[in-house]
């Protein structure tokens, strides 16, 4: 999988917004962008994904820069429940092997009440 | 309804030991994983099947033989176990393609002693 690049941590106070970035400047044409949290002593957990369109869902938005190399994660109002470590991870479309998921260290989110 | 489950939750053995976890999805995906998560908090994939066929073995000692009886069932063997085997193992389902998204089980932590 290509590289992605993420600040180590982050710290946020609750009830604001948080923009958690994410640089991928090796990105391929046909990589999705995907976004995984794992919250303490719990296994990861899915967030949010897209190609080239910025997405909402329940969660959260991502924003995707219009070159396609790098993302932000936005959580619109944090809460204490969103402290987790943070990946941002790209996902080749070719065959086999290459759809897996390859996690890199994250971004540990600290959030202040 | 727990989408993926993991048991045990929890596994103390002793070195030289053999153990297996199991790991069950109902969300009808065609493709299991096994991840391992180290001390340090790294989470590495170790397997992974489609379909119950091999398509993901990354240089995992050959202690370590998943076994899928069913598209639904990915369990993990483990012979002759090492200190170095303690870790928290995670199992992940997903349908194949690079859209699909990853959903993961709560995680076994083994601890050998």
């Known amino acids: 999988d290509a590289k992605t690049t993420q600040p180590n941590s982050m710290e946020s106070n609750e009830e604001e917004p948080v923009h958690l970035p994410c640089n991928h400047s090796?990105?391929?044409?046909?990589?999705?962008i995907h976004w995984y949290r794992q919250l303490p002593s719990q296994g990861p957990e899915y967030v949010i994904h897209?190609?080239?369109s910025n997405v909402n869902n329940r969660m959260a938005s991502l924003a995707i820069a219009e070159d396609r190399k790098s993302s932000t994660l936005i959580l619109h109002r944090a809460t204490l429940r969103d402290a987790a470590v943070y990946y941002c991870i790209l996902r080749a479309r070719g065959g086999g092997s290459n759809y897996k998921l390859t996690f890199g260290k994250g971004t540990l989110l600290t959030v202040n009440p | 309804d727990t989408a993926v489950s993991q048991t045990p939750k929890y596994l103390v053995t002793q070195m030289g030991n053999d153990k297996s976890i199991k790991c069950e999805q109902n969300?009808?995906?065609?493709?299991m994983y096994w991840y391992k998560q180290d001390s340090k908090k790294f989470l590495k994939i170790m397997f992974s099947y489609n379909n119950k066929e091999l398509i993901i073995n990354e240089t995992v000692p050959n202690r370590f033989s998943p076994k899928s009886p069913d598209k639904a069932h990915l369990n993990l063997h483990i012979n002759s176990l090492e200190l170095g085997d303690s870790a928290v193992y995670f199992c992940?389902?997903?349908?194949?393609?690079?859209?699909?998204?990853?959903?993961f089980g709560s995680g076994t932590r083994l601890t050998v002693v």
């Open positions: 969300l009808g995906h065609d493709t």
């Open positions: 992940a389902s997903s349908l194949e393609g690079a859209r699909g998204t990853y959903t």
């Open positions: 090796t990105i391929s044409g046909t990589d999705y």
């Open positions: 897209g190609l080239t």
